[in-house]
């Protein structure tokens, strides 16, 4: 029986994937083999040695200490794609009420109608205070091809916008899936210089964290729009608020609210809606419930944010997989522990990721303890594991 803890509410349409003849889920689940997540912050959890895997219902990995768990020989998954759907539709939202003054219309409708003001009246002799510009013709800028910034460029591009992406790590996938009326732009200042409306779609890192900063912001139009529904920390909350002042930003629309930026004017501040559509959380639960079964059930890895896709149909009777640094000689060093006992291997894989590899061996014979500790002795092994066919 598998143990299974969930730190945030997980839709059912993902623990229903979890069967309980082998899986115990609930949030009061201790010393888990595996933890299902969203956005809850891992940064202080403390592993117990029983964790496998961590899989996060979703896109963001910034609430996981992720090198932490890397060390601990703990896979970290993702659900890539899986709410891209969901988040473009709130973007698209978002250039709307970015444009339109809607929501500060609809606070003053409301105001007008407290006041006891004949509201039908009011309106067509004040509205003239909440025009705003048309989004066809406009230019965008978009920060991060990703999954969602593909969808949003594509899209863009239907409502007659000029768009402009930025994304030096664009992969294949992305790429083929992407407009080709899109203007791709080798660096941010052109984003920053050109565009009238720019929108954000990056992971929080150290990287991309505080880049719009009173520097960016000073290579933009004035009244440029900024959409933030990637993470807070890529926005410096003290410069927006002074550039939102000064109008040189005409409007800043982000998910991730703080005490700051919720009463502050044109701040349009939206509680991290993005991916809380029903459809979203069916897909990403789903998709993460799966990740992480087939990881402790056949020790099979798809969409690991800190190891490689790996997977192998089972041969043989025992299978060893061993989560290790992306060092030389590793394979030779565990083949050398499994020669002298007589195991003959059936099939085996080894991939690396960056700094991190797995290795997985089927053998035809039963893996006894002694070759285990063996191979967890061996410098650079983070973890080993047997599962038995
Ligand atoms: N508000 C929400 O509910 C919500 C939902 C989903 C995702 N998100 C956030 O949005 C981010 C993007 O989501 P996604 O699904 O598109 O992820 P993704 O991994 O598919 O795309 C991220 C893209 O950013 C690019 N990138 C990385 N570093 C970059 C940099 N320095 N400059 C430019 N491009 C860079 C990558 O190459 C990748 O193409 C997530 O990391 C998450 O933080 C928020
Ligand atoms: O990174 C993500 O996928 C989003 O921020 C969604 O977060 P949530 O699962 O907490 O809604």
Aim: with cysteine; charged share 25%.
């Amino acid at each position: 029986m598998f143990r299974i803890k969930t730190l945030n509410r997980i839709s059912p349409a993902g623990l229903s994937k979890l069967d309980n003849t082998r899986f115990s889920v609930g949030d009061e689940t201790d010393n888990p083999d595996g933890i299902l997540v969203r956005s809850s912050e891992m940064g202080d959890y403390v592993f117990p040695d029983t964790l496998r895997a961590i899989a996060r219902a979703g896109a963001g990995t910034n609430n996981i200490p992720v090198a932490r768990c890397s060390e601990a020989g703990i896979v970290v998954f993702n659900t890539p794609g899986a709410n891209a759907n969901a988040v473009k539709e709130l973007v698209l939202c978002s250039l709307f009420l970015s444009s339109r003054k809607i929501v500060s219309g609809i606070d003053w409708v409301k105001q007008l109608a407290r006041k006891g003001e004949d509201v039908a009246a009011a309106v067509e002799k004040g509205k003239a205070a909440f025009v705003g510009p048309e989004l066809e013709g406009k230019s965008l800028g978009i920060v991060g091809l990703g999954a969602v910034g593909v969808q949003v460029a594509n899209v863009a591009v239907k409502l007659g916008m000029k768009v402009y992406g930025y994304d030096p790590f664009l992969s294949v996938e992305h790429a083929l899936n992407l407009t080709r009326s899109i203007h791709r732009v080798m660096d941010l200042e052109s984003i920053y210089k050109t565009c009238d409306y720019i929108t954000l779609h990056v992971p929080l890192n150290p990287e991309t964290k505080g880049m719009i900063n009173t520097d960016s912001i000073h290579m933009m139009k004035g009244h440029v729009r900024i959409i933030n529904l990637a993470r807070g920390e890529l926005v410096d909350t003290k410069d927006i608020l002074e550039a939102l002042e000064t109008g040189k930003v005409g409007c800043y629309i982000t998910d991730f609210p703080n005490n700051d930026l919720a009463l502050a004017k044109n701040v349009v501040a939206i509680p991290h809606l993005g991916a809380s559509t029903p459809e979203s959380e069916d897909n990403c639960a789903a998709m993460a419930a799966m990740e992480l079964k087939d990881y402790l059930e056949n020790g099979n890895i798809k969409n690991s944010v800190n190891l490689p896709d790996v997977s192998m149909e089972f041969s043989g009777m025992d299978r060893l997989c061993v989560i290790h640094k992306n060092i030389p000689n590793m394979l030779g060093s565990i083949i050398s522990i499994l020669s002298p006992e007589n195991m003959n291997i059936e099939n085996m894989v080894n991939k690396s990721k960056k700094d991190y590899a797995y290795t997985m061996l089927d053998v035809n014979s039963k893996v006894p303890e002694n070759v285990i500790d063996k191979i967890k002795a061996v410098e650079g092994v983070l973890r080993v594991r047997v599962i038995h066919h």
